[in-house]
C-alpha cells in the first residue's frame, strides 16, 4: 500500500488526504504544532505556504532524504499579490537545492484544493501536472493520482515548475477576479 505523509492540516492538507483516501493510500497528516517525530510516508507531500518551506526543510530536512517530497506551493505575496522573485528560478528549484538528498517534485500547484476534494474540475477528471528530475519520483506521484481517478501528466523536469508556478498564479489571479470558481480551473481534454 502506498504510504503518504502530509505536512499542513489547511484546505491542501485535507483535500489531498480526500485524495489519497480514494487512492486507497495509508495517509499519516502532521499539523503545524505537532512535535516532530517519524515521518512514515514514502511520499512526503508538503501542504504548507512558500515561506515555511525553509522551515519544513530545516525541521525534516534528514528524514526527508532519500523520500519523494512534493512542492505544491504557489509563492506569491499576498500583500501586493505579485509572484515572489526566487532566484532559483521556483520555489521547487529552492526546495531541492535545500534538500539535497531528496526526490524533488512539483505537483498539485496548479489545481484547487475543491477540485482535488471532488477529483473532477466541471464534469472532467481533476489533471495534476508533476514535474521533476527523478522519473520515479514522477512515476509514484502520476500513479498516485491515477490510483485516485484524476489523471497525473508528467509534465517535464524539475525546471517546468517555473512554468507551473506561473500558472498556479494565474489560475488564482482567475479565481480571485471571478472569471472563473474557485471549484473550477484548468484541466487537460484528450
Ligand atoms: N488552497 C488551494 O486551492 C491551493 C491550490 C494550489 C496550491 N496551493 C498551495 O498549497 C499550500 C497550502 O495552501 P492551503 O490553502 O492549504 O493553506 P492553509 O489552508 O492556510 O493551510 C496551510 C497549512 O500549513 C500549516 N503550516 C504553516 N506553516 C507551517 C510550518 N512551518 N510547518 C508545518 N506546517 C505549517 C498551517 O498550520 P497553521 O494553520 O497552524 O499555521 C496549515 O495547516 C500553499 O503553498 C498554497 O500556495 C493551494
Given amino acids: 500500500m502506498t504510504s503518504i505523509t502530509i505536512i499542513g492540516t489547511g484546505n491542501m492538507g485535507t483535500a489531498l488526504s480526500d485524495l489519497a483516501g480514494r487512492a486507497n493510500a495509508q495517509v499519516q497528516p502532521v499539523g503545524h504544532d505537532d512535535e516532530p517525530g ?6 512526503v507531500l508538503l501542504a504548507v505556504p512558500y515561506p515555511a518551506l525553509a522551515d519544513v526543510a530545516s525541521r525534516y530536512g534528514d528524514q526527508l532524504a532519500g523520500k519523494v517530497v512534493v512542492d505544491l506551493t504557489n509563492p506569491v ?17 529552492e526546495l531541492a537545492a535545500a534538500l539535497p538528498d531528496a ?4 505537483a498539485f500547484n496548479t489545481n484547487f484544493a475543491a477540485t ?35 489523471q497525473g501528466v508528467d509534465a517535464g523536469p524539475l525546471a517546468s515548475a517555473r512554468q507551473l508556478e506561473a500558472v498556479g498564479y494565474l489560475q488564482m489571479g482567475l479565481a480571485i477576479t471571478e ?10 481534454a484528450r
Fill in 179 to 188: 472569471a472563473i470558481p474557485w471549484t473550477g480551473g484548468f484541466t487537460i
Fill in 38 to 43: 517519524a515521518l512514515t510516508g514514502d511520499i
Fill in 116 to 150: 482535488l476534494s471532488a477529483g473532477s474540475v466541471g464534469d472532467a477528471p481533476v489533471t495534476v501536472l508533476v514535474a521533476g528530475d527523478d522519473p520515479d519520483a514522477k512515476r509514484e506521484v502520476i500513479d498516485l493520482v491515477d490510483a485516485a481517478g484524476a
Fill in 77 to 93: 505575496d499576498f500583500e501586493t499579490f505579485t509572484p515572489v522573485d526566487i532566484e532559483a528560478g521556483s520555489a521547487a528549484a
Fill in 103 to 106: 526526490r524533488v517534485v512539483k
